[in-house]
């Protein structure tokens, strides 16, 4: 089984801080994406990467930065939250045969 | 750009009843992904379909892959409270490399 792990199931986080969201992924996939889900708006794309520091803007990058140092790890960076960053954020890993997402569990994030 | 619909938004059934879902794109999709996202959780990936016409069950669920390569259909047979969750449609086309399309979510409410 795919195993996409994120290091954190919730978060607080006071404006203006730097945040990192981590995403581990152990299938070996070249590309991941990560997402953040907001009631009413869907999922929508943030970030991905098809491989070893190689990143694409998503349709909503702005206020965020990603970081792919190894293949098996992709970092979502806040550089100084906002209140408008609260939310739930997936990383997901796609298996390039078969264009399968596989998703983490999810990180809650919380601006105040 | 490509853009995905999906319906119902919601759906509010008595345990034991049928369910059907639907996504419609605005242009020619390779391939449809169906997933499911419980409270709290990353979505889980249900159902993957790769040719017009093609239908996949897993279990109580059955979705299809439109003929025209524009829609998809997902069925639940004999619902169950553990159906419960919002259910997604996932589409990728040509051209866009790995990046799926994601529809607005089907949120399924089920009445013991």
């Known amino acids: 089984d795919v195993k996409v792990t994120q290091s954190s199931r919730y978060l607080v986080k006071r404006t203006g801080e730097k945040v990192f969201l981590e995403c581990v992924q152990d299938m070996d996939h070249e590309n991941m994406f990560w997402y953040r889900q907001d009631p009413g708006l869907g999922l929508r794309l943030i970030y991905f990467?098809?491989?070893?520091?190689?990143?694409e803007k998503g349709d909503i990058p702005e206020g965020y930065s990603v970081s792919r140092e190894k293949k098996e790890r992709f970092s979502l960076i806040l550089e100084s939250a906002s209140t408008n960053q609260t939310s739930m954020y997936l990383c997901?890993?796609?298996?390039?045969?078969?264009?399968?997402?596989?998703f983490g569990s999810g990180t809650q994030l919380s601006v105040l | 750009g490509q853009q995905l619909n999906q319906s119902p938004q919601s759906m509010f059934i008595q345990e034991g009843e049928d369910v059907s879902m639907n996504c419609t794109s605005s242009?020619?999709?390779?391939?449809w992904l169906w997933y499911k996202q419980e409270p709290g959780e990353g979505p889980v990936l249900l159902i993957a379909l790769y040719k017009a016409g093609e239908l996949t069950s897993n279990g109580r669920l059955t979705a299809q892959f439109g003929i025209t390569r524009k829609d998809s259909f997902l069925n639940i047979s004999a619902s169950i409270p553990s159906d419960v969750g919002i259910y997604f449609c996932?589409?990728?086309?040509?051209?866009?490399?790995?990046?799926?399309?994601f529809g607005q979510g089907t949120t399924l409410q089920v009445k013991p």
């Open positions: 242009s020619i999709f390779n391939t």
């Open positions: 997901a890993t796609q298996d390039r045969l078969n264009e399968k997402l596989f």
């Open positions: 990467s098809y491989d070893v520091k190689m990143k």
């Open positions: 996932a589409g990728h086309g040509s051209g866009n490399t790995g990046k799926l399309i």
